[in-house]
């Protein structure tokens, strides 16, 4: 990396680096019989038309060729109070290792598995790949799917839950009501 200024010091920065938020997403990806996971705390929305969304993940982790290969991802959202997965995904498997084995889940568009321990997911196609030079990647993928789960919502809310993506599928589904009732009212 080219720079005439040396980067800050993490520790003199981390009180304000500290803000930005960040939270626990497993990103997941499969090619053939090779299937993958990774969490990653770094995910941002940057785009809204299409839709897109970054992640930073740690180099060197078995996930990498498989995304690459895949062309796809998804990232999983889970529940703060969820203690299974980021234990089971900590660590990088073996390679070859199949990781959701004895992990029940989903296949989403794309060929990502998807716990169905997660609240939900969104199924990304790679636009782009970056090696910053540091010990982290970055993928920008363009959002082909999102759903929330199922299992996820009939569970009803949870202590220390993510209210936030229960409340947007309540208002999503709210205006999708009031949009069926407007029709009908204008007799369509």
Same mark, same amino acid.
Do not use: W
């Given at each position: 990396?080219?720079?005439?200024?040396?980067?800050?010091i993490r520790s003199s920065v981390a009180?304000?680096?500290?803000?930005?938020?960040?939270?626990?997403?497993?990103?997941?990806?499969?090619?053939?019989?090779?299937?993958?996971?990774?969490?990653?705390?770094?995910?941002?929305?940057?785009?809204?038309?299409?839709?897109?969304?970054?992640?930073?993940?740690?180099?060197?982790?078995?996930?990498?060729?498989?995304?690459?290969?895949?062309?796809?991802?998804?990232?999983?959202?889970?529940?703060?109070?969820?203690? !299974?997965?980021?234990?089971?995904?900590?660590?990088?498997?073996?390679?070859?290792?199949?990781?959701?084995?004895t992990v029940p889940h989903l296949t989403?568009?794309?060929?990502?598995?998807?716990?169905?321990?997660?609240?939900?997911?969104?199924?990304?196609?790679?636009?782009?790949?970056?090696?910053?030079?540091?010990?982290?990647?970055?993928?920008?993928?363009?959002?082909?799917?999102?759903?929330?789960?199922?299992?996820?919502?009939?569970?009803?809310?949870?202590?220390?839950?993510?209210?936030?993506?229960?409340?947007?599928?309540?208002?999503?589904?709210?205006?999708?009501?009031?949009?069926? !009732?407007?029709?009908?009212?204008?007799?369509?």
């Open positions: 990396m080219q720079t005439d200024k040396p980067a800050a009180h304000v680096l500290d803000l930005v938020p960040a939270s626990s997403f497993l990103l997941t990806a499969a090619f053939g019989e090779l299937r993958s996971a990774v969490m990653v705390r770094f995910v941002q929305q940057v785009a809204t038309q299409p839709p897109m969304v970054l992640v930073a993940m740690e180099k060197g982790h078995t996930t990498s060729p498989i995304i690459r290969d895949a062309r796809n991802f998804a990232l999983c959202i889970l529940d703060r109070q969820e203690r !299974v997965l980021p234990r089971l995904f900590a660590q990088s498997p073996d390679q070859g290792v199949d990781a959701f084995l989403v568009p794309g060929g990502a598995p998807v716990p169905t321990r997660a609240l939900g997911y969104i199924a990304c196609e790679v636009v782009r790949h970056l090696d910053i030079e540091a010990d982290y990647e970055v993928y920008i993928g363009m959002v082909h799917h999102a759903a929330l789960l199922e299992s996820s919502r009939s569970k009803g809310p949870r202590p220390g839950g993510s209210g936030a993506h229960r409340s947007a599928a309540k208002r999503s589904k709210g205006t999708a009501r009031v949009t069926r !009732v407007a029709s009908r009212r204008r007799g369509g």
